[in-house]
């Protein structure tokens, strides 16, 4: 079987390798090389753990073993995981995985997909570098992916979140996560660091606050932190690079009619395209990794079977933070924000403290989050 996957990001990567693996020929699209995508970059001890490649592979990374938590009025908690995780350049991931898939017997084209056409069981893709034919297509091109609209899955304007930032070089960075929440929105400030340089960045709901604000208050907070780097980033200088990008934070709604593949139509969505990111955190690296090892799985035998193990695997964990999520940003709590009550009696009780930490840090699911919660808030009152 021919498998045609357009997006050659860290999804639409690694399931090109595994179905190397077992033999199937694979093209792989993306219409530009290995790049600095906007996105924090992180990745969480839980994929570290599961995929040995991201713990082992010699690609750059900053391991990180300090988290400062800071509520929109100040108040701060600097925490150490209870497993380190990794803080990827984006391009660096992408090559890494890239050649992987290359080694395991990937085609890799760097070229855009323009047309798709589905005929007769089997797929024409017209690209800027000819036409190709393909028994299956999979759609691993992000949050605006063209593939999901061109199968008929439809996101609204609630199924997404907006963030921007900048890139600024520093040939020393911390080893020091920091995660800022919002005091009027949904979601948070970051500063996550890299091998070579700092990505800042801010994210809310998408339309939810206007972009000229969100910059507003990340330059804030770069302030306060570097005065140099704000400098440099009002200055438009050369060692900063200005982004921003859309990213799937989906609707409780959308969660219960998403469908991801139909093997009669033979396509499937992996990755950021099917929206594969947690609404609260906004983390997607771990479940484009693992999207793409379960279609690669199902495609051995029944691709049906695609939908309801993934769902079973981290469905209901991400429905869960969606509706989580409001409650989590937006929630009041003995007459103040959930978020800042949080950080106020996580610097006094260490279980709440713990709670808080993994689940910032990824090693806290939702599903079991409540009781693990009550259990601590109880023995603070």
């Not at 960075?173 to 340089?197: E, I, M, N």
């Not at 949080?342 to 079991?368: N, P, S, T």
Request: glycine letters at 8%.
């Amino acid at each position: 079987m021919k498998v045609a996957i357009v997006g050659a990001g860290p999804a639409g990567s690694h399931l090109a390798c595994e179905l190397s693996k077992q033999g199937f020929e694979v093209l792989l699209f993306d219409a530009r090389p290995a790049w600095e995508k906007p996105c924090g970059g992180g990745v969480t001890s839980k994929a570290l753990r599961e995929f040995e490649f991201l713990r082992d592979g010699q690609s750059p990374k900053q391991m990180i073993s300090s988290l400062r938590l800071i509520s929109a009025a100040g108040r701060d908690l600097t925490v150490a995981p209870s497993h380190e995780f990794a803080i990827y350049s984006r391009k660096e991931l992408a090559e890494l995985m890239r050649q992987r898939a290359i080694a395991a017997g990937t085609q890799l084209r760097v070229a855009r997909v323009e047309k798709t056409n589905f005929s007769n069981g089997h797929w024409l893709l017209e690209t800027s570098a000819g036409e190709f034919t393909a028994d299956f297509l999979v759609g691993a091109d992000g949050a605006s992916s063209v593939i999901r609209r061109r199968v008929g899955v439809k996101f609204d304007a609630k199924d997404f979140a907006y963030a921007l930032g900048w890139h600024v070089r520093d040939a020393q960075p911390p080893t020091r996560v920091d995660v800022k929440y919002l005091d009027d929105a949904s979601g948070y400030l970051w500063l996550f660091p890299r091998h070579d340089h700092l990505s800042y960045g801010i994210a809310s709901g998408y339309q939810e606050m206007p972009p000229a604000r969100l910059k507003e208050k990340l330059l804030a907070y770069i302030e306060t932190e570097d005065p140099a780097a704000a400098r440099e980033i009002r200055n438009g200088s050369a060692s900063t690079n200005f982004y921003a990008a859309i990213l799937p934070a989906l609707d409780v709604s959308t969660w219960d009619r998403l469908q991801a593949c139909d093997g009669e139509k033979a396509w499937a969505l992996i990755g950021d395209a099917a929206g594969f990111v947690d609404p609260l955190t906004g983390e997607g690296i771990y479940y484009a990794i693992k999207s793409a090892d379960l279609l690669a799985n199902a495609m051995k035998t029944r691709v049906a079977d695609y939908d309801p193990m993934w769902r079973a695997e981290f469905g209901a964990e991400l429905r869960r933070a969606s509706q989580l999520s409001d409650r989590f940003y937006y929630g009041n709590f003995a007459g103040a924000r959930l978020t800042e009550r949080m950080l106020q009696f996580a610097k006094r009780h260490r279980g709440i403290r713990e709670v808080l930490r993994d689940l910032v840090a990824g090693d806290q699911g939702y599903v079991g989050l409540k009781p693990r919660l009550v259990k601590s808030l109880a023995t603070v009152f």
